[in-house]
């Protein structure tokens, strides 16, 4: 495994030792530092990503488009906490590198088609080998920008070392327009869970079973 950054040491660790046999300990990871397993080291190029949101988790699906039939290079898995951030970064990384290089050139739009294709359609044309349907969770990302693309490192953070899970290379058109849809997803989910919540809220509460008399002996 190729390193990425050398790892520190764990800092804020809290120690407690209930005298049963369980020891807890609380391990904070310093933010930038990750491992690179050399089967992700390479990384793959991506002219595309499909962003499924889902209740608990979203998925990025990385797809190639240049042959046929497309291919979804890369799936990578993160929480609504991490899209969250994650959106704030690209647009942050987006700023500087139009103070660097220029104003991002916009993606001509294809035409609209006569019916927008169902999910299932879409993926049906799509090709998915079996190493990436399970995809790769990440709880962290690293991006770096070059004069035409980004770089973006999907960085699993577990005690004790994190690890760079997926690695993907991204032209610099592409990356509004993945920001643009990662933040319709985030607010979509957003809406679902307030919708959610304000139904619990208005739930009428539930009636108490009927209390019945104590079972004894009685007339035969």
């Known amino acids: 495994m190729n390193e990425h950054d050398e790892p520190k040491p764990p800092e804020g660790s809290d120690p407690e030792n209930s005298g049963s046999g369980q020891f807890n300990q609380r391990i904070e990871h310093a933010p930038v530092t ?22 608990y988790e979203f998925v990025l699906d990385f797809v190639m488009g240049l042959a046929q039939p497309r291919q979804v290079v890369a799936r990578v898995i993160l929480t609504p906490v991490v899209v969250e951030q994650f959106i704030h970064a690209i647009r942050e990384n987006v700023a500087k590198y139009e103070a ?6 916009e993606i001509p739009r294809p035409p609209t088609p006569p019916r927008t294709p169902t999910i299932q359609e879409i993926y049906d044309d799509l090709k998915m080998t079996d190493d990436t349907l399970a995809g790769a969770y990440a709880n962290a990302v690293m991006m770096a920008h070059g004069t035409s693309e980004f770089t973006f490192d999907f960085i ?14 991204l032209a610099a058109p592409q990356v509004p327009k993945m920001m643009e849809s ?8 957003k809406q679902r869970m307030e919708a959610g919540r304000q139904q619990q809220q208005h739930r009428p509460p539930q009636e108490p079973p009927l209390s019945h ?7 035969v």
Do not use: H, Q, W
């Not at 660097?100 to 050139?105: D, E, H, L, V």
């Not at 699993?156 to 290379?169: I, K, L, Y």
């Not at 008399?213 to 007339?219: R, S, T």
């Open 34 to 55: 990750a491992r690179v397993p050399e089967r992700v080291a390479r990384g793959v190029f991506s002219t595309g990503v499909i962003i499924i949101d889902g209740p």
């Open 100 to 105: 660097r290089f220029g104003k991002i050139p």
């Open 156 to 169: 699993t953070r577990f005690f004790p070392t994190a690890a760079v899970a997926a690695r993907v290379f």
């Open 182 to 189: 990662l933040a319709v997803s985030l607010n979509r989910y």
């Open 213 to 219: 008399p104590p079972m004894g002996p009685g007339p």
